[in-house]
């Protein structure tokens, strides 16, 4: 049924804002395949991310694109499920598009989601283990981040890493030592990332 619904809403999305211009997908999707061709992509741990699992596309240290697969688990339930995939594009791509081929972001946004569900969410969801991943929407962006960055936390000291977090957040001291060393790795790297495009500061 969720499937149904969301190829009604984009033929629907087609319908209103252009007519059928299979010349005008192919120039988006070459534009998006040139755009990903000169990144690096980045695949923050989902541990470091609450859970969800992500991609980004990186160019000098920035998320050209950058991809969330959210997951969630009913109640007294440990394995989690995918909930929704969103896709952000830097809006000064999306406005190039529109004002060059003359037609509405809308029709922009739509023709990117499927190019990215069908080439490259559905390769990372084989590459996961959940098939089931796809992108739900794409969203403008004027603010794209800064690249995860994956910290050998394996040569910073357990107490440094402990007074890092005492200072940044709002842990306690004595239950951030009391944190088994997964946990303290993976939550320092999560809040330096997070630090990093000022999240929390």
């Not at 061709?37 to 991609?55: A, L, V, W």
């Not at 998320?63 to 339930?77: H, L």
Request: some cysteine.
């Amino acid at each position: 049924m969720k499937e149904l619904i969301k190829k009604i809403l984009r033929e629907e999305v087609q319908r209103r804002f252009t007519k059928s211009n299979s010349n005008i997908e192919r120039v988006i999707i070459k534009h998006m395949d040139g755009l990903i061709s000169e990144t690096t992509r980045i695949i923050p741990p989902p541990e470091d991310n609450y859970g969800n699992f992500g991609e980004e596309w990186c160019k000098g240290g920035v998320a050209v694109i950058e991809v969330r697969y959210y997951m969630f688990s009913e109640d007294n339930e440990e394995e989690e499920e995918f909930n929704s995939g969103s896709l952000f594009v830097d809006e000064d791509e999306i406005n190039f598009l529109s004002r060059a081929l003359q037609v509405r972001k809308s029709y922009v946004l739509n023709v990117i989601t499927e190019w990215y569900d069908e080439k490259y969410a559905s390769k990372f969801g084989q590459e996961t283990g959940h098939p089931e991943f796809e992108i739900d929407e794409t969203i403008e962006t004027d603010s794209p981040r800064k690249c995860y960055q994956m910290i050998d936390v394996d040569n910073i000291s357990r107490e440094k890493m402990i007074d890092y977090l005492d200072k940044e957040t709002a842990y306690r001291r004595n239950e951030i030592e009391g944190f088994p060393s997964d946990k303290l790795k993976s939550t320092y790297r999560s809040v330096y990332n997070s630090r990093l495009n000022n999240i929390g500061n």
